[in-house]
T-cell receptor, first 116, second 112 residues
Framework: NAGVTQTPKFRVLKTGQSMTLLCAQD?????MYWYRQDPGMGLRLIHY???????AKGEVPDGYNVSRLKKQNFLLGLESAAPSQTSVYFC???????????????FGPGTRLLVL | RKEVEQDPGPFNVPEGATVAFNCTYS??????FFWYRQDCRKEPKLLMS???SGNEDGRFTAQLNRASQYISLLIRDSKLSDSATYLC?????????????FGDGTTLTVKP
């Protein structure tokens, strides 16, 4: 199993450009998440999905949109990139929200985004 | 006040030392708790879950105090390879089901 994969690994954008980050998981997980991590800080939840076709806002959703058309994929879109969106973006997935260890989140390797 | 707060660190300790990290959470409805480890420029990985009765995994011991709303991680006999950032994570059920809240992390450097 590849686990959680993210593409691209690194990207440079100019202010106002748009892009889509792709996250894919092959563990048949119901839950998927997008986080951003800024230097010296923890992860902040952007959006998440509790199943195919559903999405919900997290802590910092402004400026981002997401889609979960297939269970294994979770896309994060930036319609008009801003320098404040320079960050490392991590995708994660988990089997369920119940206890018993099934809520363990598995992370992708991250996408480093620089917006000039 | 942040929902999850950790010792700011950094912690610099010699090999073989015992070190403890604390984490407090503000939502009394929080249901499950975890410690994740994040190496420099890498993704976070689960270190251990934290159970009400406390749990141990080798040199690592996690404790939960629901009354005081804090969790702790104790590392005994520190190794160089323990150098990393340790993230406290809290999951909530109910209205916030499906979301995890991460602390900002505590950085540990173990020196020879």
């Amino acid at each position: 199993n590849a686990g959680v994969t993210q593409t691209p690994k690194f990207r440079v954008l100019k202010t106002g450009q748009s892009m889509t980050l792709l996250c894919a998981q092959d563990m048949n997980h119901e839950y998927m998440y997008w986080y951003r991590q800024d230097p010296g800080m923890g992860l902040r939840l952007i959006h998440y999905s509790v199943g195919e076709g559903t999405t919900a806002k997290g802590e910092v959703p402004d400026g981002y949109n997401v889609s979960r058309l297939k269970k294994q994929n979770f896309l994060l879109g930036l319609e008009s990139a801003a320098p404040s969106q320079t960050s490392v973006y991590f995708c994660a997935s988990s089997y369920a929200r119940a206890s018993g260890g099934k809520e363990t989140q598995y992370f992708g390797p991250g996408t480093r985004l620089l917006v000039l | 006040r942040k929902e999850v707060e950790q010792d700011p660190g950094p912690f610099n300790v010699p090999e073989g030392a015992t070190v403890a990290f604390n984490c407090t959470y503000s939502n009394s409805a929080s249901q499950s708790f975890f410690w994740y480890r994040q190496d420099c420029r890498k993704e976070p990985k689960l270190l251990m879950s934290v159970y009400s009765s406390g749990n141990e995994d080798g040199r690592f011991t996690a404790q939960l105090n629901r009354a005081s709303q804090y969790i702790s991680l104790l590392i005994r006999d520190s190794k160089l390879s323990d150098s990393a950032t340790y993230l406290c994570v809290v999951n909530n059920l109910g209205a916030n089901a499906g979301k995890s809240t991460f602390g900002d992390g505590t950085t540990l450097t173990v020196k020879p």
